[in-house]
């Protein structure tokens, strides 16, 4: 490459002549530029123009001549309680209606970021010494809690899972007259009030506060308290636009995420949750069932243990391709559940010295009041004088047991061999028979009669007269009786102890179907789901397992006096051991009719949403109000049903696991599909509809003459003896 030298350039000589052509075409042109609008951006962005009058600090007038008029307005800056954001919390300020806007957000390095929660981290925990000396206890949790927030977003952004932002959010508020404006503010900031957030008045900087809050406007608003700190997580809650996704922490594969087609996993144990209960909602035909059914079966190959209670019996096929066992109950068969049966269960205790102990007891007084709801149920409402009879009979059986809270009262006293599965023999002590509904109904006698018969449950004169009902009503649900053959007796299934049952087996489905319509019914979901959370959750020796008890149709619970409270009490304690609780329903509605229940379904951490079908304005609100659903999760799940095969919303639904939410379709394979799919016309085209045995059935034209038959040997030859007993083959 040459370089070539520069030179100084001459200057030109010009001519008259060439000046006065200059200077001609200068003014052309400056006629031209004054042909044209050379309005700026500003002006026509503020219309005609706004302003802002010197006295009232809080206000001013955006002014539109086209239009009419003044437009009174008020800018502010929006002051955030947590620094952590859920989805939709501040929808009530972006569906506010005349109203702009504007998050200015600029990036911190990482180690502003570090640095600045590092110091957030220290005083926070300063300010919870501070309270605790003042003994404001109210305090100490709060910045407690602040604390443990600082510290968990100051280790993720160490560790490079996170970032710092300094954020501003403008708003101006536009409205006809100065009292709508009034109304409108107080409206809105009552509503952020709930989420302890503030609409903060900018007073004197309306001019500032307008002009942040236009289109491609930079940040007039630059004081050191108008700026708040943010993570990557309030960012994307804070804005009305983004594509939602679940974070990954392993789980379940549901299926693909409709806006990016990404795969998306429920982990009922992310340890982010505050406890691991589910909800599964959705109407009938929605693929509820589907879905649960296809959970279940990840959950399974994961290492979970499943407990299910299944009113369609519609888990069977899947569950036993997996290892798992189902059992049937029905009146009449061979499966007992002893609602009586006592169990051990391990409580925390605080020492004098502060620290905190575990414990095992035998919850007698816990047991009292189940059995206590089973009578209720049985007798359609108790009155105390027949509650006291029942007590006594109660504590009376618990006495001549000899059973107290101490654990080893539920034992025998002397140790008996016992061969272990690896053939070796220990030494222990088995446990005591269980008292059961028949011993109750003795005390009965004992202590409301006269000339009693224990043996044969006759009696000739009642003593006590609040015992009558109570005699004649529990006589029928003894063993001797149908429906007495399901709760009255030693726990058992087909033979099979409910412990070999539990210890073994990595899913057992309770198949209730046959008992639907039953007076039964409701009382048999309530005695399974107690089963569950005595004999499972709290098992001992599942404590290694991460557990599920499912609860289908659980909206039946309210049937049944003190179930809903019951049910809200296991999803709240199931964390501490390894568990939760999957509520699947149809209807909502009875939960949040119900105050237990509604505590039931606002602290299920997890939740899956399907179509809820046609809803009313108020059911939406409802629903919003408790479930902080988005007008967008709303829209999906309110939906009419499809109009043609092109347009179905099948296991479409809304996936939320903590405050993440996400639009996922769910999907399996074919081959999984075969197992757990219910839809008829599916079943049909594929074979695999459920056909009746014909062999066990024949038509007219197939009977045998009498002269076509054969001839019997004397050894097939029947006999007419009717007393005689014969074989019955079962179908």
């Given amino acids: 490459m040459k370089l070539w030298p520069f030179k100084r350039k001459k200057k030109e000589q010009h001519s008259e002549h060439d000046q006065v052509e200059k200077q001609s075409s200068k003014r052309n042109k400056e006629q031209l530029e004054m042909s044209y609008d050379r309005s ?90 501070n309270a605790a000396k003042a003994g404001n206890d109210l305090e100490v949790k709060e910045a407690q809690k602040a604390e443990a927030e600082a510290q968990r977003l100051f280790d993720e952004i160490s560790e490079g899972y996170n970032n710092g932002f300094l954020g501003t959010m403008a708003v101006t508020m536009f409205a006809e007259n100065e009292r709508s404006l009034e109304n409108m503010g107080m409206l809105i900031q009552d509503s952020l009030q709930h989420n302890e957030h503030t609409l903060r008045p900018l007073y004197n900087r309306q001019r500032d506060g307008w002009l942040s809050t236009l289109p491609l406007s930079n940040n007039h608003l630059t004081d050191g308290t108008d ?167 109660i504590k009376d059986v618990i006495a001549d047991w000899g059973i107290t809270e101490d654990p080893t009262s539920l034992y025998e006293a002397e140790k008996r061999p016992v061969r272990l599965p690896n053939g070796d023999v220990e030494h222990k002590k088995p446990r005591k028979r269980e008292f059961t509904l028949l011993d109750i109904y003795k005390r009965f006698l004992l202590n409301c009669t006269d000339g009693y018969d224990l043996e044969n449950l006759t009696y000739k004169e009642i003593t006590d007269p609040d015992a009558k009902r109570l005699l ?56 399974l789901t107690q089963l569950g959370w005595e004999y499972f959750i709290k098992r001992p020796s599942l404590r290694k397992y991460r557990k599920r008890l499912k609860i289908e149709e659980a909206w039946r619970m309210k049937h049944v006096d003190g179930a809903m409270q019951f049910v809200e009490e296991l999803a709240r304690r199931s964390r501490k051991y390894n568990a939760g609780v999957d509520i699947v329903t149809q209807d909502i509605k009875p939960f949040l009719d119900d105050p237990d229940g509604e505590a039931v379904v ?98 007219e034209e197939d009977v045998i003459e009498e002269s076509e038959k054969a001839p019997l040997s004397t050894e097939e030859e029947p006999t007419n003896n009717e007393d005689e007993e014969q074989e019955v083959i079962p179908t």
């Fill in 227 to 393: 700026r708040r700190f943010f993570d990557r997580t309030a960012i994307v809650a804070a804005s009305p636009f983004y594509s939602s996704k679940i974070p990954f922490t392993g789980g379940v594969p549901v299926g693909p995420n409709i806006h990016t087609n990404n795969m998306e996993f429920l982990n009922v144990f992310a340890p982010y949750l505050d406890n691991y209960s589910t909800l599964i909602a959705g109407t009938s035909g929605s693929g509820k069932s589907f879905g649960n059914k296809h959970i279940s079966s990840g959950q399974v190959l994961l290492g979970y243990r499943i407990f299910s209670i299944d009113p369609d019996g519609e888990n069977g096929p899947i569950c036993t391709l997996l290892g798992g066992k189902e059992v049937e109950i029905r009146e009449g068969g061979n499966c007992t559940i002893n609602i009586c049966a006592l169990t051990e269960e391990e409580i925390e205790k605080t020492l004098p010295d502060g620290r905190k102990t575990s414990e095992i007891i035998v919850p007698i007084g816990k047991k009292q009041g189940h059995i206590l709801t089973f009578y209720n149920k049985l007798l359609g409402g108790l009155t105390p004088e027949e509650k006291a009879v029942i007590k006594e009979a």
């Fill in 472 to 527: 004649k009503v529990c006589r029928g649900y003894l063993r001797d009786q149908p429906d007495g053959k399901i709760f009255d007796g030693q726990t058992q299934f087909n033979g099979e102890k409910i412990d070999n049952l539990l210890d073994d087996i990595c899913w057992v489905n309770f198949n209730i179907q046959a008992i639907e319509g039953s007076d039964i019914y409701d009382l048999v979901m309530h005695v």
């Fill in 40 to 129: 700026d951006f500003m002006n026509k962005i503020g219309l005609t123009g706004f302003d802002v009058p010197v006295r009232p600090k809080d206000r001013g007038y955006q002014c539109d001549v086209k239009a009419g008029g003044e437009y009174p307005f008020r800018s502010y800056i929006l002051d955030f309680g947590n620094t952590s954001l859920a989805t939709g919390e501040l929808d009530t300020l972006y569906r506010a209606g005349s109203i702009n806007v504007n998050f200015h957000i600029s990036k911190l390095t990482r180690n502003q970021a570090v640095s600045k929660y590092k110091r957030a981290v220290t005083d926070e925990g300063a300010r919870a010494l």
């Fill in 602 to 699: 606002k602290n299920a951490t997890s939740s899956i949403f399907l179509r809820l079908g046609a809803l009313k304005d108020e059911e939406k609100a409802e629903l919003q109000s408790v479930f902080g659903l988005s007008e967008g999760e709303l829209e999906i799940i309110a939906r009419k049903p499809p109009e043609n095969e092109d347009k179905t919303s099948k296991g479409e639904c809304v996936l939320r696991v903590g405050g993440s939410s996400a639009f996922v379709k769910i999907d399996v394979s074919d081959d999984m599909r075969a197992f757990i799919d219910t839809d008829p016309e599916y079943l049909m085209q594929n074979g695999l509809m459920p056909s009746m045995d014909q062999g066990l059935f024949f038509e």
